[in-house]
């Protein structure tokens, strides 16, 4: 998913501390990774206890290994960036998972995994979820707000005047105009005024702009129409222009606070301000030049970084450069909900380094509740095939 979970989207948001709905100031994330710490090879491996001491609860156990199972074609045929395993390493246990019993996903763990250490464990973990918002797949009454695909005309190429010795890495995204000349492509101003209108580009229509802005900023969602229907949505591009930040902007002009006439950094008080003032929430919106794209996904879960959906309660994202995509994690934290065994599914632009995680909590108003309020500190281990930190270790 390309979404940076709640604590992270509002982060970027607001760029302020994020207050829980419970009450006080969420406490900070981890410290950034030391200079030069790029990899959990780097940030050091150290053996940790047997799998069978972690005390795994026979469904917790299940899921993961349903979870796991979806993983596997990644295990087996890409690189691993942690620089902790290889493709060959995950062999025995895929190969033993598609055959393995229901009920017996505990067995499965402590025959085939290891734990190992990264660093020095500590782990922090927030929570994201999937949004739903009010849609429809055809334009009706009240639907108003298109939702749009992948546009054909947004291409990557050079401007003209950009010299060919410049020309290094992925060139930028945008449009070829009337001319026949490589420009940017349109902003979010330019397409809620029409530029994208009567082109057959519209998926589905929503009810509520506000709530959809911030669908962009999560990247996936879940539209329900007013049958009950359900249609999901995710990630399928962006325009290539300019994130901004519009809480941060909110702040600079003193809208954001506890005084007369101003509200909460959260999500609910941006989305309060714009809703009670439409023409300035409008234009404080169309500041943040970003738009995304959508394709409507077909499977029962929005899809993670592996191309596999994600889970409630099994699969959490990660930084893969410290913990290999695919491999199980078991977090022991302060937030008994979320503690127990994970898999790593997902990433995030937010989730770096080693040990944060984001862990996944679904649909629903009681996920919204459970991610928004998630912010738990413990120990984190990574469950790597047997054998792997010997190897790691020249032994």
Known sequence: MRRWGILAALALITGCTIVPQGGGPRPSGPAAPPAGVTSAALAGVAAGPNVGSLGLRAADADMALASFRESCRWLLTRPDASGLTRPDDWRPACGAVSTWAPGRGHEFFQQYFETARVGDGAAFATGYFEPEIRGSRT?????????????????????????????????????????????????RAQIEAGALAGRGLEIAWVADPVEFFFLQIQGSGRLVAPDGSVMRIGYAGQNGREYVGIGRVMRERGLIGDGPGQYSGSMQGIMAYIHKHPEEGRDLMRLNKSWIFFQELKGDGPLGSLGVPVRRESSVAVDPAFVPYGAPVWLQVDRPEAGGLWVAQDTGGAIKGANRFDTFWGAGEDARRIAGGMSARGQALVLLPKGTVARLHGR
Do not use: H, N
């Open 139 to 187: 334009r009706i009454p009240g639907y108003d707000v298109p939702v749009y695909a992948m546009p054909p005309d947004l291409v990557r190429a050079w401007p003209e005047d950009v010299p060919a010795s410049e020309r290094t890495g992925r060139p930028p995204l945008g449009r070829y105009d009337e001319s026949g000349k490589f420009t940017l492509y349109y902003d």
